[in-house]
C-alpha cells in the first residue's frame, strides 16, 4: 500500500491521517521564522472558540509558504476527495502561545453542507514545530466525519479525542467535517501550524489571494499553484473567487 493510498484510507476511516516529515527540519524552521515576521507585521488576536495568534492570506506574505500549497505528497490525497479543479480556500498560521486554552472543537462545514459521501472541503496542518500534547497539537475526533453534525452535539461525552502527535515538519490532512479543535499549551515556547484549507470549484475563496499578491512573484508560481489559487488568467481579475470559468 502507498503512503497516499494509506492516508486515503485512514481518512476514510478516521477522518484524518498524519504525513510524518514532509518537510525537512530545516525547511519547517526556515519557514517558521518567515511566519514569526509576518505575525510581528498583521498578526492578529484570534478568539475563534479560543485564543491564539492568526496570519491570514499567507501567500500574499512570503513566496516560501508556495511549497505548501501543492507539495507532492498532499496534494493526491486532496485531489482524491475534490477533483483536480478543486481550489485553495485560503492558507493561514495559528500560533498557540504558553497560556493559550482548548480551541472549542468544531467542524469547518456547516451543517447544510455536510456531505457524507464526497466533502466540500479538505483541510492540511503543517507543522513548524514539534506537536506534542503539551504545546497544543491539534485534537481531532475519530469517525466524526460521518456524524452529520458540525459539532458535537451538547450532552454527548466524547470517548475518544486523538492529539496530532508528530514531529517536526509533519502534515495534519483531514477531511473538513471532522470535529477539530487546537489543544491547549502549557508548555514555554510557541507553537506554529499553516492551515491550508481546499474547497471544491463552484466555493468561493475563505482569503481570496489575489488581494494584496505582488506582481513579481507571479513567475515563481508553478502551474499548478496558479490553477489552485485561479490565477491562470494572471493577476488581473480580482475576486476572481466570483467567477467560475477561470
Partial sequence: MTETEKAILDIDIYGFTILERVLTEDQAVEMREALIRCEKKVGTEASNQGTARHVANLPTLDPIFFKTIDHPRTLPILENYLGDSMILGSLNARIVRHGDGYQGLHSDISTEMLNMTSPVMMNTVWMLDEFTSENGATRA??????????????????????????????????????????????????????????????????????????????????????????????????????????
Fill in 141 to 246: 475526533v475519530p469517525g466524526s466525519h460521518k456524524s452529520g453534525f458540525a459539532a458535537p452535539p451538547e450532552g454527548l461525552e466524547l470517548k475518544h479525542v486523538a492529539d496530532a502527535i508528530a514531529p517536526i515538519g509533519s502534515v495534519l490532512v483531514f477531511n473538513g467535517q471532522t470535529w477539530h479543535g487546537g489543544g491547549r499549551n502549557t508548555g514555554d515556547k510557541n507553537r506554529h501550524a499553516l492551515f491550508g484549507h481546499y474547497r471544491k470549484r463552484m466555493l468561493v475563496f475563505q482569503n481570496d489571494p489575489h488581494d494584496e499578491f505582488p506582481e513579481e512573484w507571479f513567475n515563481q508560481l508553478t502551474e499548478r499553484q496558479r490553477q489552485l489559487m485561479r490565477m491562470k488568467n494572471g493577476l488581473g481579475a480580482k475576486h476572481a473567487a466570483d467567477s467560475h470559468r477561470l
